[in-house]
């Protein structure tokens, strides 16, 4: 899909805001429960969308370095230290300071920060049975990716093309599959199997 272009900034906002409001409900015990993000709890996941928040740039190239150079062990070993470190109050103050945060993705723009806190954001509701993004928002996600973005997750689409039943949206070539938009990036990020139904 080609890149639109519509003005992301509101969006990652509304999704910061949202998420916020979601995390601010939680019991104790759900900080603690399982995410789509494996081995990770609801906390680590948290702890990971506001690293960048948090996190000076020298700070992470040093973790970086002691990590291999390999952003996914940083990035893990990043998150278990600050879940351990923080309470889930501090974590969501963090995310509400900086819901107007410019932070984006290296190289990724305002697309890679709404891909990022919205997928980050499934990984949270989807195990709790909390409430999806809104489906436009979604499809924004979707409408932005790119073969690189899509490639990083390893999900073999090869001869087939996911569409969505809320959204237009097609992801890849070949037979059609079809699913609502959520399903389509839960699949692509390789958080839930492909299921084939073809149309």
């Not at 081995?39 to 996190?55: D, K, L, N, Q, S």
């Not at 351990?84 to 969501?92: H, N, P, Q, T, Y």
């Not at 697309?111 to 989807?126: F, K, Q, R």
């Not at 990716?145 to 001869?159: E, I, M, N, Q």
Request: hydrophobic share 40%.
């Amino acid at each position: 899909m080609s890149p639109t272009q519509t003005d992301l900034t509101p969006h990652v906002r509304a999704e910061r805001e949202r998420l916020a409001g979601l995390l601010a409900g939680l019991q104790d015990d759900e900080w603690d429960s399982p995410s789509l993000c494996r081995g990770w709890r609801v906390r680590e996941v948290v702890a990971h969308i506001t690293m960048p928040f948090r996190t000076s740039l020298p700070r992470v190239v040093v973790g970086l370095a002691a990590a291999g150079f390999s952003f996914n062990r940083y990035a893990d070993r990043a998150a278990r230290r600050d879940a351990a470190r923080m309470s889930g109050a501090e974590l969501l103050a963090v995310l509400r300071a900086n819901i107007a945060s410019p932070w984006q993705p290296p190289g990724g723009g305002p697309a890679g920060a709404l891909s990022h806190d919205t997928i980050h954001g499934l990984d949270i509701t989807e195990p709790l049975g909390l409430p999806s993004p809104p489906v436009e928002r979604i499809a924004l996600v979707l409408a932005n990716a790119t073969p690189r973005s899509l490639s990083y997750f390893g999900v073999d689409l090869a001869g087939i093309q996911l569409r969505g039943t809320d959204a237009d949206v097609r992801i890849g070539d070949g037979e059609p599959v079809e699913m609502p938009v959520k399903d389509i990036l839960l699949t692509i990020t390789g958080r839930r199997p492909l299921s084939i139904r073809t149309k």
